[in-house]
């Protein structure tokens, strides 16, 4: 493995790290990558678990809400 040097977060990056559940979060992915998997395994029951309770509207509501991500995502992808 090689070393690598982090660069100090701005301001934005602070600020986000200073928000309680987001901050430990991001600082344990940054510690240790395999940390995501775990994150993705939690989010996913999350979700089968909003939809058991809450049936289709929250199905809706979460494609809703990543509808800006897969355009930003489709967006990068598409720049030549």
Do not use: C
């Not at 660069?7 to 940054?30: C, K, M, Q, T």
């Not at 775990?38 to 989010?43: G, K, V």
């Amino acid at each position: 493995m090689t070393a690598t040097t982090l660069s100090a977060p701005n301001a934005f990056g602070r600020l986000v790290r200073a928000i309680p559940i987001i901050g430990r979060v991001i600082r344990e992915v940054e510690r240790e990558v395999d940390t995501i998997y775990y994150l993705i395994a939690i989010l996913v029951t999350g979700l089968v678990l909003a939809i058991k309770t809450w049936g289709l509207a929250a199905l809706v509501l979460t494609a809703l809400a990543l509808v800006p991500v897969m355009f930003v995502l489709l967006v990068i992808l598409a720049r030549p």
